[in-house]
Nanobody, 122 residues
Framework: QVQLIESGGGLVQAGGSLRLSCVAS????????MAWFRRAPGKEREFVSA????????YYADSVKGRFTISRDDAKKTVYLQMNSLKPEDTAVYYC???????????????WGQGTLVTVSS
């Protein structure tokens, strides 16, 4: 049974930084792509970033490109999201997701953790 536990959110001023972490259990972590999604108040969940199984390929939504960096540590079964130059529009609950396969294009499990809240003040 897959479990995803996100952490690292908080309140930060615009221009600040946060690093989110997501620890996964239940499957062989290194075999799967990982991703971050977010849901802002009153909006649908949206894609933020993804990383393939080897960490060699990364994808970003246009809205975060150049500001956010995704990475993974297979030994710790953890995926990270370094968020710099945060903007008020980045305010959302952030969720990680585990891929159905090695590549993000295969899609993701419909298994979600509790998420971690990021609030960016102006």
């Amino acid at each position: 049974q897959v479990q995803l536990i996100e952490s690292g959110g908080g309140l930060v001023q615009a221009g600040g930084s946060l690093r989110l972490s997501c620890v996964a259990s239940g499957r062989t972590f290194s075999n799967y792509a990982m991703a971050w999604f977010r849901r802002a108040p009153g909006k649908e969940r949206e894609f933020v970033s993804a990383i393939n199984w080897s960490g060699g390929t990364k994808y970003y939504a246009d809205s975060v490109k150049g500001r956010f960096t995704i990475s993974r540590d297979d030994a710790k079964k953890t995926v990270y999201l370094q968020m710099n130059s945060l903007k008020p529009e980045d305010t959302a609950v952030y969720y990680c997701a585990q891929g159905l396969g090695q590549l993000p294009s295969r899609g993701y499990l419909e298994v979600w953790g509790q998420g971690t809240l990021v609030t960016v003040s102006s």
